[in-house]
């Protein structure tokens, strides 16, 4: 059994311990409903474009036809995101294991016919101990995020893949769905889709966009903006997806630790109980003598 001492240490070391799991949860709360509050205020611009992209898509088609077909010959390029920082619970293993698995997937085990971009310091630790360099993890993204940052990334992808350089640009990243669910999701992000002219019942009131100077130039502006929101958009559900798992940790971990505390004040107790009736005894017993 522990000394007394020895179990007063441990008491100290578990108070000092939960003080900072609980200030993290305190923190990690305020970034994602600071996050949340990105997203939704991004959501009704994002649908919005969206919508003017699939109005002029039938007249424009021609112009989006180098955004729908990649190189067949060319790599894959996978942009893999991950957090900065540990303490997040299964966040960053779980984004590095699907990496790993579709790396497997599109070039096999000799890693042939894959390029790899990775966006946080944490996947890029864990891949450069796979064999894969990188001049940057882009950790900047992360940590200050802006619009400005992922429209940067994101014409870098663009013109590399209208160069040929790549045959298919895929986003593997931890998408936000609650705070206590986070989905690791493998997106495409080049090639488009196919974008549908949108369809309009007789009854419904609208009217067609009267387009200034042409549909084929606004079209050459909608793209690169649509594609350039996407970037942003995935970077703040990354963000958000992450300060919920730290979230969720750092609950954990201070429940864990009020556990561990409670355990050790009743051994202390007993321990100290002990003391005082065995020095009792030899009091007792000296007295009698």
Avoid at 168 to 187: D, G, M, P, W
Wanted: glycine residues 6%; hydrophobic residues 40%.
């Amino acid at each position: 059994m522990a000394s007394l001492k020895e179990i007063k240490n441990r008491i100290a070391s578990v108070k000092s311990t939960l003080k900072i799991t609980s200030a993290m949860k305190m923190v990690a709360s305020a970034k994602l409903h600071k996050s949340q509050n990105a997203i939704e205020n991004m959501l009704p611009y994002e649908q919005q474009l969206n919508g003017m992209l699939s109005e002029l898509a039938g007249s424009a088609a021609d112009r989006m036809a180098a955004y729908m077909s990649g190189n067949p010959d060319a790599p894959v390029l996978i942009v893999a995101f991950s957090s900065n920082s540990s303490l997040c619970g299964g966040f960053n293993a779980n984004a590095i294991r699907e990496v790993r698995s579709r790396i497997r997937a599109v070039s096999g085990e000799d890693k042939r016919g894959v390029e790899v971009i990775a966006v946080g310091k944490k996947m890029a630790e864990a891949l450069r101990r796979d064999g894969f360099n990188f001049e940057t993890d882009h950790a900047t993204l992360l940590s200050h995020c802006s619009y400005e940052g992922a429209a940067e990334l994101a014409q870098t992808l663009c013109d590399a893949f209208l160069e040929g350089r790549y045959s298919r640009i895929e986003l593997i990243y931890n998408h936000f769905i609650s705070t206590a669910s986070q989905k690791t999701v493998i997106s495409t992000y080049l090639p488009m889709k196919s974008v549908e002219a949108a369809q309009h019942d007789e009854d419904e009131d609208w009217e067609e966009y009267i387009v200034e100077p042409t549909k084929d130039e606004m079209v050459d502006a909608l793209l690169p903006k649509v594609l350039r929101l996407a970037m942003y958009t995935t970077l703040l559900d990354t963000i958000a997806a992450e300060h919920a798992a730290r979230t969720v940790a750092m609950q954990t971990a201070t429940d864990n630790g009020e556990e561990i505390l409670q355990g050790l004040t009743l051994e202390y107790n007993k321990g100290r109980q002990q003391k005082i009736t065995e020095e009792l005894l030899d009091i007792v017993g000296g007295t009698m003598q």
